[in-house]
């Protein structure tokens, strides 16, 4: 298993550009989340998925957008880089039985600036 | 703000003192889940206690929940300089219709030889 993996590592953008992170995991989870990570601090949470179709809003979803077509792949979207949005983004997932999200995987990141 | 606050901010201790960090939340949650990141790397999970349990061991792990004060608290044992790393606390919490895992700020810890 690959476990959780996600592209590109690095990825300088120019403000007003849009681009898209990938991450895909082959452990047939059903949870899918992405997070963010500034100096310092802790992970907040963008955006995250129960399932194919279904996804919702974390603490920081402005300026992002999310789709789950496949349980594989939960691709992020920035509509338009701002330098704000320079961070370290990681792509989680999990089993999510009925008493709740069990232990995530985390991929490496994606270190993002925009200048 | 975040659904969940690590106490103290910054640890630094010797090889071999025992490291403990506390972590509030401010809602009912499902399950609370501790999990360790070296500089640099992803987060790598630790330990998950469920909402109905009140302490959990693995190894020189020991996760304690007290739902009543909304708090837990890790504790690792004769610490190692390998242990150096943040380590945060998750919550799961139900909202919106669904669940979803909430992190706090994070614990740095310093163990030096």
């Known amino acids: 298993n690959a476990g959780v993996t996600q592209t590109p590592k690095f990825q300088v953008l120019k403000t007003g550009q849009s681009m898209t992170l990938q991450c895909a995991q082959d452990?047939?989870?059903?949870?899918m989340s992405w997070y963010r990570q500034d100096p310092g601090m802790g992970l907040r949470l963008i955006h995250y998925?129960?399932?194919?179709?279904?996804?919702d809003q974390g603490e920081v979803p402005n300026g992002y957008n999310v789709s789950r077509s496949t349980t594989e792949d939960f691709p992020l979207r920035l509509l338009s880089a701002a330098p704000s949005q320079t961070s370290v983004y990681f792509c989680?997932?999990?089993?999510?039985?009925?008493?709740?999200?069990?232990?995530?995987?985390f991929g490496p990141g994606t270190r993002l600036t925009v200048t | 703000s975040q659904q969940g606050e690590e106490d103290p901010q910054a640890l630094s201790i010797q090889e071999g003192e025992n490291a403990t960090m506390n972590c509030s939340y401010k809602?009912?949650?499902?399950?609370l889940q501790w999990y360790r990141q070296n500089s640099g790397r992803g987060l790598v999970h630790l330990i998950l206690?469920?909402?109905?349990?009140r302490e959990k061991h693995s190894g020189r792990l020991r996760v304690t929940l007290d739902t009543s004060k909304k708090s837990s608290s890790l504790l690792i044992t004769a610490s190692r300089a390998a242990d150096t790393a943040s380590y945060f606390c998750?919550?799961?919490?139900?909202?919106?219709?669904?669940?979803?895992?909430?992190f706090g700020a994070g614990t740095r810890l310093a163990v030096h030889p």
């Open positions: 989680a997932s999990s089993y999510l039985p009925g008493q709740g999200i069990r232990e995530q995987y």
């Open positions: 452990m047939n989870h059903e949870y």
């Open positions: 998925s129960v399932g194919a179709g279904i996804t």
């Open positions: 809602t009912s949650i499902n399950n």
């Open positions: 206690i469920r909402s109905n349990e």
């Open positions: 998750a919550t799961v919490m139900f909202s919106g219709g669904y669940n979803k895992l909430i």
